[in-house]
């Protein structure tokens, strides 16, 4: 069984412009042990600030309840103690002591000698029992020191595993290292010291941390530092969701982790971090799940000829399929069946046609988009089917008062009309709508996200395209609208809404 160690709220708080808020912080670990399952995880760095300490308090009170006090771990520091006073004061007992593990942070940067500073760490550690703190320590800068001074790493660990250590950290602290590297090293500390329990901290500088924690764990390491969504100083750390697919799919070994609760800690840490996701990040990013040439569409009907283990199914997403000039009748046919649109060969090859003509203008087509297209080219007039329409809306932006909207729709052939204020035009217009719902004992759906997109160039009457997410009786679903202005772009989005769940 590989022991994860989680490090989002310290190591990826390192990253440039990210900070977590307290109840942000609270959320995130709650998740990632409670529903992820990780570890451990690394919760922050002594001496930081007040409001980093409130923040350990909080997290230390509900650990405490609910059994999880021991997974917590704050970084500390050989400082005389002055970093197990803090973290014993905010309620937490991990330390994760950070010595130095090359011979010229000791020499260059603490300006000690080896002996001096072992004595320095024997002297903390002695401090940490009395005061019922377990104790890890980091041995920063390690893969530096194992690389250029070996003889001092092991002068280091020689001077400490006869004390109550429970974990060896080596860090990879400046991504320096390669699979092959990682492998000597790691199988070099494991068979040097049996008895010790090793974990390894990548940092993916040149773009190696999950090809370095996969020859870790085949060198004999038994516990890997992550962070969700590859959070961290540089290039960051080893994202949580490439280690779980390798650790399980290319190394065959057990973890604890929950696949299915993947993509939700990575949504929730987007969101936090501010930090976005790349559309083809491996497991959690958006487009990796979607198969855009139509000949994968067609093996995919053929006993699923196009996947492989990474299903999608297994971290709760689903598989797509793209719409543009690359689909065949394969790819348009999926997204079809799912809208439960039927259609001969003749009517399919037209909206085929169709779809490729919108590509080849680079216009995005989506399933949502779909019942519009096929309407269109069959000569249906698309909007006499529509079950509710817009017939006008009105709204107001005045300096110091709240924006207001006037909304008049039309369902089932009855009008319906209402106003309401809001914290924004398009909030206006969607609890005016929600008021007429709630009148009519309606079920609305709920808006989980919502995304804007401009073409890059400056010119102030580009077209937006507006993202929204909903959850409606427990289908997640997006609709899309575009338009010159924003706030129009939102609002045909809604009306795509209404309508799909109308259908």
């Not at 989002?8 to 900070?19: H, M």
């Not at 002068?155 to 860090?171: H, T, Y």
């Not at 529509?386 to 300096?399: F, H, R, T």
């Not at 909304?407 to 309401?420: C, H, N, P, V």
Request: with cysteine; aromatic share 8%.
């Amino acid at each position: 069984m590989i022991e994860i160690m989680d490090t989002t709220l310290r190591d990826g708080e390192q990253t440039s412009g990210v900070s977590f808020a307290p109840h942000e912080k609270f959320g995130i670990a709650q998740m990632l042990l409670s529903e992820v399952g990780v570890d451990r995880i690394e919760i922050a760095s002594a001496r930081v600030s007040n409001g980093e300490y409130d923040s350990v308090r909080k997290l230390a009170e509900w650990g405490k309840r609910t059994g999880n006090l021991d997974k917590l771990e704050v970084l500390g520091f050989v400082d005389g103690g002055a970093s197990l006073k803090w973290i014993e004061d905010a309620g937490c007992r991990v330390v994760n002591l950070l010595c130095k593990g090359s011979f010229k942070h000791v020499t260059e940067q603490l300006r000690k000698s080896p002996e001096q500073h072992i004595e320095d760490i024997r002297s903390v550690i002695a401090l940490a029992v009395e005061k019922n703190i377990s104790v890890n320590i980091y041995l920063e800068d390690w893969s530096n020191g194992i690389q250029n001074s070996p003889e001092y790493v092991f002068q280091l660990v020689d001077g400490l595993k006869d004390l109550p250590i429970k974990r060896f950290m080596l860090p990879d602290t400046l991504g320096i290292l390669n699979p092959g590297k990682t492998y000597d090293y790691c199988l070099l500390m494991v068979n040097k010291y049996p008895e010790l329990r090793f974990d390894f901290h990548a940092h993916n500088d040149y773009d190696l941390a999950v090809a370095n924690v996969y020859s870790a764990i085949r060198a004999g390491i038994k516990g890997i530092h992550t962070t969700v969504n590859g959070l961290g100083e540089r290039a960051g750390n080893a994202p949580l969701s490439s280690v779980l697919a390798v650790l399980k799919d290319q190394l065959g070994e057990e973890t604890n982790l929950k696949e299915s609760k993947i993509n939700k800690i990575s949504r929730l840490v987007e969101t936090y971090s501010g930090v976005r996701l790349s559309p083809n990040k491996p497991v959690v990013g958006e487009h990796v799940f979607t198969q855009c040439a139509g000949v994968h569409a067609d093996g995919d009907s053929k006993n699923n000829l196009y996947c492989n283990d990474l299903l999608p199914e297994r971290f709760g997403r689903v598989r797509e399929y793209a719409l543009g000039k690359t689909s065949g009748k394969a790819n348009i046919r999926k997204n079809l069946e799912a809208l439960g649109i039927e259609l001969d060969d003749e009517s399919m090859r037209k909206v085929t046609d169709r779809i490729i003509e919108l590509g080849d203008r680079k216009e995005m087509v989506t399933s949502e988009d779909l019942p519009y297209i096929v309407s269109d080219v069959l000569n249906h007039d698309g909007t006499s089917e529509q079950k509710i329409k817009i017939l006008n809306y009105s709204l107001s932006l005045a300096q110091g008062l709240k924006p207001v909207a006037s909304l008049k729709i039309e369902i089932d052939g009855e009008a319906y009309e209402e106003s309401a204020s809001g914290d924004g035009q398009y909030d206006a217009f969607v609890r005016a709508l929600r008021k007429i719902y709630a009148d009519l004992r309606r079920p609305f759906p709920m808006l989980t996200n919502y995304s804007v997109s401009i073409p890059p160039g400056g010119r102030t009457d580009a077209f937006v395209q507006t993202i929204i997410s909903w959850n409606y009786a427990g289908v997640d679903f997006k609709t899309r609208g575009l338009d010159a202005d924003q706030t129009e772009a939102a609002i045909k989005a809604t009306l795509k809404m209404l309508n799909r769940i109308e259908g």
